[in-house]
């Protein structure tokens, strides 16, 4: 796949790096659709994968599975989110072209054309279905499933200022993988670990759209920053501690033993400070505060490791 002269330019809401000091100059454009300058999508999209894979490992007292379904669950991960931001980068461009933080990502700014990254973005969707087919049948079939809410996620902000549920459905969605890859069954412990994934997701989306809020109001794009305006600092409470509660509820289901617990709260501790410290008129501290949220979710990811190991030997 070629590209335009504007290979070597950069993301204004990226910079330093690796991708732009390291990268070959014809892969960059692709490495950019794919945020693999800003992996920390990937990351929150790994979370609730890991959650459920190391709660479910507990459920069964037997750890075999765990390591190779959260090597899997991390490529998985990286390449599922790269395929989506691709697609919703196709979807957005002519928006993006609008934002001063977006236009210079790589469809707007013309380093590669909506063709070349439909091309990409079907790599990665295989490369994705390579690792999904590692898994037992319920598991596929449960994967696949949420291609329907990744594929219409892009255009929620055009008609709903709830854009962010909708990113949580699809966000969330491992809190039923790792229950399907180990178990082969979704419980109701897995549906209370979605549930309280996707109050999680509504919180720090929240966060992270305020960088845009000027913007996205100018050229009539909804998001829950735009609605809870001044109010973002309840709005975040509430849905972090109803994140805290749900997923405290899906440790109860599970029969979950005290590391669990410990890691709940850590993780309720980290969703705290960000609401004590929320500023929605500093947009770096917006982003500091929506990058913290994979410190939180290992946090968590430990307790239920720790969880798991316990039941194990125990």
Request: a positive charge.
């Amino acid at each position: 796949m070629s590209t335009s002269p504007g290979a070597a330019a950069r993301v204004a809401d990226s910079t330093g790096n690796w991708v732009d000091s390291l990268a070959p100059l014809w892969s960059r454009p692709y490495l950019r659709l794919a945020r693999f300058d800003r992996p920390i999508g990937s990351w929150l999209l790994l979370m609730p994968c890991w959650w459920s894979a190391a709660l479910a490992a507990g459920v069964a007292h037997d750890l075999r599975l765990l390591p190779s379904t959260v090597a899997l669950f991390f490529v998985g991960a990286f390449v599922m989110r790269g395929a989506g931001c691709t697609w919703n980068d196709i979807t957005d461009r002519h928006l993006d072209a609008r934002v001063e933080r977006t236009r210079s990502r790589p469809i707007p700014s013309g380093q590669v054309t909506a063709r070349q990254a439909a091309a990409f973005m079907v790599l990665q969707a295989l490369a994705g279905l390579l690792v999904l087919l590692r898994f037992n049948t319920f598991a596929i079939l449960t994967g696949v499933a949420s291609l329907a809410i990744v594929a219409v996620y892009p255009f929620m902000k055009r008609i709903t200022y709830w854009p962010q549920v909708v990113l949580g459905l699809a966000f969330s969605w491992g809190a039923l993988m790792g229950f399907a890859v180990i178990l082969a069954r979704i419980d109701a412990a897995a549906l209370a670990l979605y549930a309280g994934a996707i109050a999680w997701v509504i919180g720090y989306d929240t966060i992270y759209a305020h960088q845009d809020r000027d913007d996205d109001a100018l050229i009539g794009i909804k998001s829950t920053a735009l609605l809870f305006g001044t109010r973002t600092r309840p709005a975040l409470a509430l849905f972090y501690g109803a994140a805290v509660v749900l997923i405290g509820i899906a440790l109860a289901l599970a029969g979950a033993s005290w590391p669990a617990y410990a890691g709940l709260a850590l993780f309720a501790l980290q969703l705290a400070v960000q609401v004590a410290r929320i500023d929605i008129t500093d947009s770096a501290l917006c982003l500091r505060l929506f990058r913290s949220n994979r410190d939180a979710g290992l946090l968590l990811f430990a307790g239920l490791v720790g969880d798991a190991v316990l039941r194990t030997i125990g």
